[in-house]
């Protein structure tokens, strides 16, 4: 289970949320309804604005941690499985990524997002996940597919149409931005974050006036 | 016109302005000779100007007031405090981020202190198409002389290069291409490569050190957290601007009315277009909102098999202009740190572990930037309420796009890269110079392929003779409403391919300098 902390103890801004979702500023609800059905090889279900899940997952009864405010429990689910694929930090440097808090920054990004765009963000989300129930002849969702097929279904819609390469995109800047916006992921790569207090610059403050003595005219 | 004479002391540190939290009623009436909208590279050098000459001058900003001691130095929450929408601001497709500053002093508080002249084949295209003789090479050759004097603007020294342009001038000079050292508007340079963070030791020579404090020493006010909803206009003149007073916590605190005969417009050129298209102000050609371009910009990264610590030392020492001119391609590239945050958003090194070797190698990675030399094809409008920057990439220019990012490869590979990571949504490397070309011939210009920035708006209230086709006169003045000045980048007719923050203080001095001839004493 991945770490879940007191959102008031991280720090996850709008700008994130925002920087993580400009790709689906493109793509309006209509356009992304119209997509969904030809994406996911014309079987997706489309019922009243909302998916119909096309395959039930063993993750569906699976009860998500306490403290998220923002996630569904699907949507929870699936960022959950990203993250594992996307942040496989076992066996390297860097700092384990279940010392981050990263469902946590995710939820809170989703609590930033404007209303209109929060409704197709869901949309976006059920989609990434059913399409692999057809897109690669899967069989299965996005949050049920083993390591190396959840990595190629990354991969393959990195490559694929416009709406594949947006949604793909919008997930990984989901999971990156929420991982390494933390500090405590810097030292293993020997970034030195700030440094001005540390190394203890001095401030010149503002500019004196100019001398206008010499006045430049044109 | 009132006459201030009095010239107090710049203050050490800080400014002594207004915000939201220092206004207590619901209604203000202000007075001036000249209101400002916009503290920015357009808004202060032409605050200064004015109020040096004796002008009462009010200056309206639509974002907070930062003072550089509460820098973060951390890009994530610079983003958040000091850039427009939160950082967030993208075009209508949102695979281009607009980054522009959204604070006291504006985007000169967020740049990377890149201190370029218009080109001079820029200017005469300038006259030849717009009629804009006025601003020749040798017209604006003591504005240029004067802002760089004011704000310290000198070449990079040795020190102030590098590593990461070290690499990048070695690999030119192997090619045997042009490749100089950046002139930036900075004193003493800390060398801490956050200057897109903002300069939290005030060494940078934004706005909010220079010409702000120097406006406010001649009797300027400052008003932050004031966002101009309307420019006012009565018989064909500007009279004044309707205000709103918003804190930080985003709720409205006051209504602001002010009477003044000069209107100086500096909002810059995504929120200038809108002010005026929201006021039905000085758009008898049309051309309002139109004509956008932005420098659409790459950042094309390589491994090197030493370490380099992209984010250690001056942000960016060295530029190629081999290519500046629009025969030779039409682009310039910029040798530039980054970041650990931004690094892991700049390219697609493949999923899972190819993406955390990507990083845990982030040290050993350097970067170009390319400006390319854009077509105006973009258009600023409102929607149904919300802002759209309606701009992809022309055609006609994606050909300087693929050839900035060839030439950028070939500089790598001169300087013994390992492998050059195309910056695209998809998973591309380059491993030799041989492959070069077969790899970006799989980029097409469609949206989502490219991950592109740009930091250079422009273009949106075109400055020219001809008022059927232009905005703004070539005095600064627009053709339709007397007393409502442009001084920002929106006033570009073309993409000038360099950072144009010199451009705009320049043109700034010049417009205030024909806002004086026009005002009476």
């Known amino acids: 289970m991945l770490r879940v902390v007191d959102p008031m103890t991280t720090k996850t801004t709008k700008q994130q949320a925002d920087a993580a979702l400009a790709p689906l500023a493109g793509l309006s609800r209509r356009k992304l309804l119209k997509a969904a059905l030809w994406a996911s090889a014309g079987t997706a279900a489309v019922v009243a604005g909302g998916f119909a899940w096309l395959r039930r997952s063993p993750l569906d009864d699976v009860a998500v941690p306490e403290g998220l405010k923002h996630l569904s429990a699907s949507e929870y689910h699936l960022f959950h499985r990203a993250i594992e694929v996307l942040l496989p930090t076992d066996g390297t440097t860097l700092t384990p990524v279940e010392q981050i808090p990263v469902i946590t920054n995710i939820d809170r990004f989703i609590g930033l997002v404007e209303p209109a765009i929060r409704e197709e963000l869901g949309i976006a989300l059920a989609l990434f996940d059913n399409a692999a129930v057809f897109s690669g002849l899967h069989g299965k969702r996005f949050v049920d597919l083993d390591d190396e097929s959840a990595r190629q279904y990354f991969d393959t819609w990195s490559a694929g149409n416009t709406l594949q390469r947006t949604l793909s995109s919008v997930v990984k800047k989901f999971v990156y931005l929420s991982y390494w916006r933390d500090p405590a992921t810097w030292p293993p790569v020997q970034f030195d974050g700030a440094v001005s207090d540390r190394w203890g610059i001095p401030s010149l403050g503002n500019t004196p006036l100019p001398d206008e003595s010499a006045e430049v005219t044109a | 016109?009132?006459?201030?004479?009095?010239?107090?002391?710049?203050?050490?540190?800080?400014?002594?302005?207004?915000?939201?939290?220092?206004?207590?009623?619901?209604?203000?009436?202000?007075?001036?000779?000249?209101?400002?909208?916009?503290?920015?590279?357009?808004?202060?050098?032409?605050?200064?100007?004015?109020?040096?000459?004796?002008?009462?001058?009010?200056?309206?900003?639509?974002?907070?007031?930062?003072?550089?001691?509460?820098?973060?130095?951390?890009?994530?929450?610079?983003?958040?405090?000091?850039?427009?929408?939160?950082?967030?601001?993208?075009?209508?497709?949102?695979?281009?981020?607009?980054?522009?500053?959204?604070?006291?002093?504006?985007?000169?508080?967020?740049?990377?202190?890149?201190?370029?002249?218009?080109?001079?084949?820029?200017?005469?295209?300038?006259?030849?198409?717009?009629?804009?003789?006025?601003?020749?090479?040798?017209?604006?050759?003591?504005?240029?002389?004067?802002?760089?004097?004011?704000?310290?603007?000198?070449?990079?020294?040795?020190?102030?290069?590098?590593?990461?342009?070290?690499?990048?001038?070695?690999?030119?000079?192997?090619?045997?291409?042009?490749?100089?050292?950046?002139?930036?508007?900075?004193?003493?340079?800390?060398?801490?490569?956050?200057?897109?963070?903002?300069?939290?030791?005030?060494?940078?020579?934004?706005?909010?050190?220079?010409?702000?404090?120097?406006?406010?020493?001649?009797?300027?006010?400052?008003?932050?957290?004031?966002?101009?909803?309307?420019?006012?206009?009565?018989?064909?003149?500007?009279?004044?601007?309707?205000?709103?007073?918003?804190?930080?916590?985003?709720?409205?605190?006051?209504?602001?009315?002010?009477?003044?005969?000069?209107?100086?417009?500096?909002?810059?050129?995504?929120?200038?277009?809108?002010?005026?298209?929201?006021?039905?102000?000085?758009?008898?050609?049309?051309?309002?909102?139109?004509?956008?371009?932005?420098?659409?910009?790459?950042?094309?990264?390589?491994?090197?098999?030493?370490?380099?610590?992209?984010?250690?030392?001056?942000?960016?020492?060295?530029?190629?202009?081999?290519?500046?001119?629009?025969?030779?391609?039409?682009?310039?590239?910029?040798?530039?740190?980054?970041?650990?945050?931004?690094?892991?958003?700049?390219?697609?090194?493949?999923?899972?572990?190819?993406?955390?070797?990507?990083?845990?190698?982030?040290?050993?990675?350097?970067?170009?930037?390319?400006?390319?030399?854009?077509?105006?094809?973009?258009?600023?409008?409102?929607?149904?309420?919300?802002?759209?920057?309606?701009y992809k990439v022309a055609d006609s220019d994606f050909p300087s796009m693929l050839a900035a990012l060839k030439a950028s490869a070939e500089i790598h590979f001169a300087a013994g890269a390992e492998k050059v990571f195309v910056p695209s949504i998809e998973k591309l490397e380059i491993h030799s110079v041989d492959e070069i070309d077969a790899v970006l011939a799989r980029l097409e210009n469609k949206p989502q392929r490219l991950r592109l920035v740009s930091y250079h708006p422009q273009g949106t209230l075109r400055m020219g003779a001809d008022p059927a086709s232009s905005v703004v006169a070539p005095h600064g003045e627009t053709h339709d409403v007397k007393g409502l000045y442009v001084t920002d980048a929106s006033l570009l007719p073309t993409s000038i391919i360099v950072n144009p923050q010199v451009t705009v203080y320049a043109l700034a001095s010049y417009i205030s300098s024909e806002i004086l001839k026009r005002t009476p004493s």
């Open chain 2, 1 to 390: 016109m009132s006459r201030i004479d009095t010239v107090n002391a710049v203050p050490a540190q800080g400014l002594n302005l207004v915000q939201a939290s220092d206004v207590t009623a619901g209604e203000l009436t202000l007075r001036a000779d000249a209101v400002v909208i916009g503290s920015g590279a357009g808004g202060a050098v032409a605050a200064y100007e004015l109020a040096r000459k004796g002008l009462d001058v009010l200056i309206l900003e639509a974002g907070p007031y930062i003072p550089s001691s509460e820098f973060s130095e951390d890009f994530s929450d610079s983003l958040e405090r000091l850039y427009q929408d939160h950082g967030g601001q993208t075009n209508k497709d949102g695979d281009l981020l607009l980054l522009q500053g959204r604070c006291v002093g504006g985007s000169t508080v967020v740049n990377a202190c890149l201190a370029f002249r218009t080109p001079d084949f820029i200017l005469e295209e300038w006259g030849e198409k717009f009629g804009l003789t006025n601003l020749s090479p040798e017209a604006m050759q003591p504005w240029f002389e004067r802002v760089e004097k004011h704000l310290s603007i000198d070449a990079n020294g040795e020190h102030e290069i590098a590593m990461h342009s070290q690499l990048v001038r070695a690999g030119a000079r192997k090619l045997g291409w042009s490749v100089k050292p950046l002139k930036r508007n900075i004193r003493e340079c800390a060398l801490t490569g956050h200057c897109v963070s903002g300069c939290k030791t005030d060494r940078k020579q934004s706005m909010l050190v220079t010409y702000l404090p120097w406006a406010m020493a001649h009797g300027a006010r400052l008003h932050s957290d004031t966002r101009v909803t309307r420019i006012l206009e009565s018989g064909g003149r500007a009279v004044g601007v309707k205000a709103e007073v918003v804190g930080h916590d985003g709720i409205k605190v006051a209504d602001m009315h002010v009477d003044a005969g000069i209107v100086v417009l500096a909002a810059g050129a995504v929120q200038s277009p809108l002010l005026l298209l929201n006021s039905g102000l000085a758009n008898g050609s049309g051309q309002v909102g139109k004509n956008f371009a932005c420098h659409p910009s790459m950042y094309v990264a390589a491994k090197y098999p030493h370490e380099v610590f992209p984010w250690r030392g001056a942000l960016l020492g060295v530029y190629v202009d081999e290519f500046l001119t629009p025969e030779k391609g039409g682009f310039i590239l910029e040798a530039g740190g980054l970041g650990a945050v931004e690094m892991c958003l700049v390219n697609e090194p493949g999923t899972g572990k190819p993406f955390l070797q990507f990083m845990e190698e982030a040290r050993f990675n350097s970067g170009i930037v390319t400006l390319i030399h854009d077509h105006n094809v973009g258009e600023i409008r409102w929607e149904k309420g919300r802002k759209v920057v309606d």
